[in-house]
Every structure is written in structure tokens, then in C-alpha cells.
């Protein structure tokens, strides 16, 4: 199973919006409402942002949202903080030979 | 407050084996299906596998079938990653995750540990 696609970086200036894409296949982003994504701060472990492409965790600021299309998932933060600047990935389950795919990771610059 | 707490990495020459161990705490550590996920030194993240909650099923990565094996002890409130046939692509910081639900997502994470392969 191969790895989604990400765009390797990203870059948006305080207050801005911008959206992360996630493009699968049909037997994984396609197929299962299972997208999610995580954020991760260098040195730190991954924090889960959005799960069941859409739903945020208690405690996940609402800038954060997620959606889907076809085989592409997307994340999107509005209202871009200097905080915000992260590697962020996304996941999708896949069915029972290879559950779990991530993509390959986009580095988020707050400029 | 949920902890996941994993030791057990180090320097392994190739070929060798290693056991990997996460200690739970703040949840009911027997309700739940948990992972393991890695990244090798500056890459992205890549899940290895996963356990059920009482043992009896577990999944692998393609990468590590037949070498690495998941168990956990709910009585010690551990879950476990044997890893033997350690290979130079297996260096990487090796996480333990908790799943939210059984729906393949990983809502907390451990801090990781760091496993090298190399003579």
C-alpha cells in the first residue's frame, strides 16, 4: 500500500487560512471515513487534530477543520498562528491487508 | 490523566533482537486496541502494528511480518513490540498509541523510544 500524497510544505502569514491536501485511492481515502490528522512539533510525539475526517477532539482548537472528496481528504486552519507551525500528517484506514496508511508529512511555515 | 510511557530502544547490531515495552496509566488500558507507530530519523510516520484489546487479534506492517510481534498484559497494564531480525530500516523512534474506538485512530501517544540498528 503506498503512502497519500501531501504537498511537502506549506506557508501562510498570521491570520490567513490555508488547507493541507491528502489524495489516496480508491481502497483508502475513497473508501472509509476514516481520515485523520496530526500535528507534530519537532521532538514531540504526533497530536491527533481531526479524526473521522471531520470531528475534533475536546480540546482542539475550532481553526482546525477537515473534509473529504472522492479520494482526497483536506485539512484546514483558519486564522493561522505562529503556534500552528508544525509538520502535520494525515491518515487513512485502508481495509484489512494494510490497515493503516499516513501520508507523507507537509511542513506548515507561519510566515 | 492518560500516559503511555515506552522504554526498551537502543543501539542493536543487525540481525539482533529488542523488546520494546509502553506502560499505560489513566484509562482503562484493557478496553483498548493499541498501536505501534514509528519514524525513522527524519521522516514520516509509518504504522508497524496493532493489538485488540484482549490479545487475541493482532496486525502487522507488510515491513515487519514474520520479525516483529505485538503483545500486551492488561493485568501489568503493558503493551509490548518484540522485534528480532533487526534490519538497518528498522531505526527509527518506535511510538506506542492508544486507539480511539476501534476506528484506526491513534488519540494519545507516548513520548517514544529510540531504536538504532547499525554495527
Known amino acids: 500500500q503506498s503512502a497519500l500524497t501531501q504537498p511537502a510544505s506549506v506557508s501562510g502569514s498570521p491570520g490567513q487560512s490555508i488547507t493541507i491536501s491528502c489524495t489516496g485511492t480508491s481502497s483508502d481515502v475513497g473508501s472509509y471515513n476514516l481520515v485523520s490528522w496530526y500535528q507534530q512539533h519537532p521532538g514531540k510525539a504526533p497530536k491527533l487534530m481531526i479524526y473521522?475526517?471531520?470531528k475534533r477532539p475536546s480540546g482542539v482548537s475550532n481553526r482546525f477543520s477537515g473534509s473529504k472528496s472522492g479520494n482526497t481528504a483536506s485539512l484546514t486552519i483558519s486564522g493561522l498562528q505562529a503556534e500552528d507551525e508544525a509538520d502535520y500528517y494525515c491518515?487513512?484506514?485502508?481495509?484489512?491487508?494494510?490497515?493503516?496508511?499516513f501520508g507523507g508529512g507537509t511542513k506548515l511555515t507561519v510566515l | 490523566e492518560v500516559q503511555l510511557v515506552e522504554s526498551g530502544g537502543g543501539l542493536v547490531q543487525p540481525g539482533g533482537s529488542l523488546r520494546l515495552s509502553c506502560a499505560a496509566s489513566?484509562?482503562?488500558?484493557?478496553?483498548?486496541?493499541m498501536h505501534w507507530v514509528r519514524q525513522a530519523p527524519g521522516k514520516g510516520l509509518v504504522w508497524v502494528s496493532r493489538?485488540?484489546?484482549?490479545?487475541?487479534?493482532?496486525s502487522y506492517a507488510d515491513s515487519v511480518k514474520g520479525r516483529f510481534t505485538i503483545s500486551r498484559d492488561n493485568a501489568k497494564n503493558t503493551l509490548y513490540l518484540q522485534m528480532n531480525s533487526l534490519r538497518a530500516e528498522d531505526t527509527a523512534v518506535y511510538y506506542c498509541?492508544?486507539?480511539?474506538?476501534?476506528?484506526?485512530?491513534?488519540?494519545?501517544w507516548g513520548q517514544g523510544t529510540l531504536v538504532t540498528v547499525s554495527s
Open positions: 493489538i485488540n484489546s484482549d490479545g487475541s487479534s493482532t
Open positions: 473521522e475526517v471531520s
Open positions: 498509541a492508544r486507539d480511539l474506538s476501534l476506528r484506526w485512530h491513534f488519540d494519545y
Open positions: 491518515c487513512s484506514y485502508a481495509g484489512s491487508s494494510t490497515p493503516v496508511v
Open positions: 489513566g484509562f482503562t488500558f484493557s478496553s483498548y486496541w
